[in-house]
């Protein structure tokens, strides 16, 4: 099969394609494109396969030193065979995948999936990781404590280890419908996700990694519907919003008690139940962005076990669409699945007061529903 390396200042080429082999035969070398020194892939579209054989090894793309992926697509597919292994690229030294855009597929037929694995010193910088099926991003073996990439996005698997994967610089919204867990290549534990940007993440599946989620900017959604959003671990929203309608299962902290900008805010499009297991807190200058959808009398809902409010946080009430509500309507803002009383008070809704939103008058109370829930009152 082919190899091709590109060293020193080195590139691709703009238009340059190519496509590597796996191994097909007992005993053949599987097709290599490297990088190395500070070579670059340019806008290369780079294609590696997962070997026909039991055993046989994968196509691989490595990138060493300080070489770079710039804005190359690179596909790696898995392979069609029981027993067969995946292609893979890998990131090594100082290398970066910079804005290119890496898609990971599965294999079929008993095959293994491919992937994108970083190790050493390596980053994924904004580039796009995308992971199908059995296919994998593989950021244990970072010798780092951790790396950002652009965005990750796809129903495959996401390795962390004991490493923080920050996402969301590219400006890209994107669902991930696969486990973000620790482990690996390397193994380790501890993995924590972090993220950043101006874009929307929204986690689906039941994700594993234990070491805790940031929000620093942007908005992260978790739609859930077995397990937890955002893993075992602890979840801070120091600026942005946390939203959706899944469950989460860590302690939850709105803010950090500095600045301004953190929101926690349930439903995700319209209204919906965000559920947290734990603890939350509303530090000083959170916001809880609330809605109310006149139309059919629905509305958000955070479900709690147990709630401080510290002083200077701040509810914010929407209503969307148009209609009336009944006199007498009870909508629980938050269920507080405790037993003890929610602590603190926001800081313009006080217990037993009186709002209005457009035409409508709403009481609060604190003690509402089994008698230590946040409820509003149509009046």
């Not at 710039?70 to 100082?94: E, M, P």
């Not at 996005?153 to 486990?179: C, P």
């Not at 993995?191 to 990694?209: F, R």
């Not at 002083?311 to 699945?337: D, E, H, P, Y």
């Amino acid at each position: 099969m082919t190899s091709i390396t590109f060293g020193n200042n080195a590139t691709a080429g703009t238009l340059t394609s190519f496509t590597n082999n796996g191994a097909n035969s007992a005993g053949q070398t599987a097709g290599l494109t490297s990088f190395t020194d500070t070579a670059s892939a340019a806008s290369a579209t780079i294609v590696n396969n997962g070997s026909t054989i039991a055993g046989g090894s994968p196509a691989a793309t490595q990138f060493y030193d300080s070489s770079t992926a710039d804005q190359a697509n690179i596909t790696n597919n898995g392979s069609n065979i029981s027993g067969g292994f995946g292609a893979v690229t890998i990131f090594s030294g100082n290398a970066t995948a910079a804005n290119s855009v890496l898609t990971n597929n599965g294999g079929f037929g008993g095959g293994l999936g491919s992937s994108t694995m970083f190790v050493d010193n390596s980053t994924g910088a904004l580039a796009r990781g995308i992971a199908r099926g059995n296919g994998n991003i593989d950021i244990s073996g970072l010798t780092t404590t951790g790396m950002e990439i652009g965005s990750i996005e796809g129903n495959g698997n996401f390795f962390l280890g004991s490493k923080a994967l920050t996402v969301g610089s590219n400006g890209l919204g994107t669902l991930v419908t696969g486990v973000i867990q620790d482990g690996g290549q390397a193994g380790g534990a501890g993995g924590s996700l972090v993220k950043e940007g101006v874009s929307t993440t929204n986690l689906s599946a039941p994700n594993s990694y234990t070491g805790g989620t940031i929000i620093r900017a942007g908005t992260l959604l978790v739609s859930n519907i077995r397990g937890s959003g955002t893993g075992t671990g602890s979840v801070t929203v120091i600026r942005g919003v946390l939203g959706g309608t899944g469950t989460i299962s860590g302690l939850v902290t709105v803010g950090p008690g500095m600045g301004q900008g953190a929101v926690l805010a349930p439903g995700n499009q319209g209204v919906g139940t965000l559920t947290l297991t734990k603890m939350l807190t509303f530090s000083t200058n959170s916001f809880l962005r609330y809605e109310v959808q006149l139309d059919t009398a629905q509305a958000d809902q955070v479900n709690a076990a147990g709630v401080t409010i510290d002083a200077g946080a701040m509810f914010v009430f929407n209503s969307i669409r148009t209609g009336t509500l009944t006199t007498g309507t009870v909508f629980t803002v938050i269920n507080n699945t405790s037993s003890s009383a929610i602590v603190g008070r926001f800081g313009n809704l006080r217990d037993n007061g009186v709002f209005r939103s457009g035409a409508t008058k709403f009481r609060a109370s604190y003690e509402g529903g089994d008698g230590n829930d946040l409820t509003i009152t149509v009046l």
